[in-house]
């Protein structure tokens, strides 16, 4: 791990949103073994970008697969009460409701 010039550790969590999902599991262990600290995962409701996002189904058997990661959540959703059950259990959640 690196540090900035505040002295902080620089963390590295790459985005599965171009992963190939038919393979998430093998694309995230790739990622980790090239470095990755975290994961990140955008979750998106179509309100404000196309839905090109994962929701609670994927994230759900990635977190199956790789127990030990931590998952970094970028929500943005118009109704992030939609879902608040299988959010609650996900790593780290950043909302950004519009």
């Known amino acids: 791990m690196t540090t900035n010039q505040h002295d902080l550790p620089a963390l590295i969590a790459p985005s599965l949103l171009s992963c190939d ?5 093998r694309d995230a262990t790739e990622m980790l073994e090239m470095g990755a600290d975290w994961l990140h995962m955008d979750i998106m409701d ?13 994230i ?7 127990k030990e990661v931590r998952l970094r959540m970028i929500v943005c959703v118009k109704n ?13 959640l950043d909302f950004r409701e519009f």
């Not at 759900?60 to 790789?66: E, H, M, V, Y």
């Not at 992030?80 to 780290?92: A, I, T, V």
């Open 21 to 25: 999902l038919a393979n998430i599991d």
């Open 46 to 58: 179509g309100h404000f970008v196309p839905n090109l996002s994962f929701g609670p189904p994927v």
């Open 60 to 66: 759900a058997c990635l977190r199956d697969a790789q």
């Open 80 to 92: 992030h009460k939609l879902g608040r059950k299988e959010m609650c259990s996900w790593s780290d």
